[in-house]
């Protein structure tokens, strides 16, 4: 099995202080993993870790091509949203379709709502053809309806041999593996 | 991705506070006639030297949004996530920057000249320095603003650390130097990507 990601004996410390130590842990095709955890345990350093936006104090990591979900929306603010979508990545038609953004491609990303926001950050994942999906608290600001879409999307990544990582508080719908972070 | 960002950030630039820097360019050598009286021989011995100082604190007003945004808004954690290197990233900014002040600076120099009753020769030495001069300036601008993002009062410590940055630009220009000059603003220039480089790995948190 090919890995997608592999952390060997990572340590992070952050501020002077060590978030966690010989982490171990492999994601192959297919394979979900929910990292939780108490406010502060470093669940959202993990994943920046996961995606290379910072450096580990000890240990290896390895990863393959990969999508980040996170907090920013890395959209800019004057575009409408399909163009501002357009600039990551080439075609995010059925990305916005399959998180009901469709009817927003004309509407400029300072307009849209934080909900909206998320939906968009998390078509720019699903629009890439990275096999690794790094999604740090997804649910943030998503209604019923996007979760229902999300959960569906991260359903037919995992069966195209995909893989995701997920850092969340919430529990996601669906079925995860567990990596809970002390605090 | 690094084309599309050079286009992308020269199309903020125009929409956005593109016509700002040229504006107060264009005001402070307004403001000289008034502060040193309309002595036309005087002030077209001072020309240059006022157009130079313009030039620089123009220089100083977009610099906080230059990087800042971008680092805020997580997209120069995207550009590296699509595998683009810090270094090219600011290399990408720089040059998208030049493109918007340079020549906007280099035409608003004219108007200015004349306020100031620079006669040809000298416009055209001093527009030759400027256009050595800018590409480094536009270095300095992005590498500073790289170093000050997400710092508070983040725009008057820009100032501090530009200024004697551009000071060797300045002596070899009213010098009328120009190999000295093009020699100072090609070290800038190619130094600039790096250390933006440098602070923007840094900033990241």
Known sequence: MTLLLRFEKVALRRGGRLLFEELDLALGAGDALQVTG??????????????????????EIERSRLALSD????LDRELPLGRALAFWVESSLAAMEALG????????????????????TLARVAASDAPLWLLDEPLNALDADGAVRLVSLIEKHLADGGAVLAASHQL???????????? | MIGALIVRDIRRGFTGAA?????????VAA????????DAPLLGRVGAGVLWIAALTAALLPIERLIEPDRADGVLDQLALHGLAEESVAFAKIMAHWLTFAPLLLVAAVPASALLAMDGNSLLQTEIALAIGTPALAGLAVAVAAVTAGLPRAGSLAGLLLLPLAVPLLIFAIADAYLLEAAASLLLTAGAPFVAAAAIRTART
Do not use: C, M, T, Y
């Open chain 1, 71 to 74: 907090d920013h929306p890395a």
């Open chain 1, 38 to 59: 108490p406010n502060g345990s470093g669940k959202s350093s993990l994943i920046r870790l996961a995606a290379g936006l910072l450096e580990p104090e000890r240990g």
């Open chain 1, 172 to 183: 996601l719908p669906g079925n995860w593996r567990k990596l809970e972070l002390a605090s």
């Open chain 2, 31 to 38: 403001l000289v006639p008034f502060a040193i009286g309309p």
């Open chain 1, 101 to 120: 953004l469709a009817q927003l491609s004309d509407v400029p990303v300072r307009l849209l709502s934080s909900g909206q926001l998320k939906r968009a």
């Open chain 2, 19 to 27: 016509w700002l820097p040229i504006a107060f360019f264009l005001l």
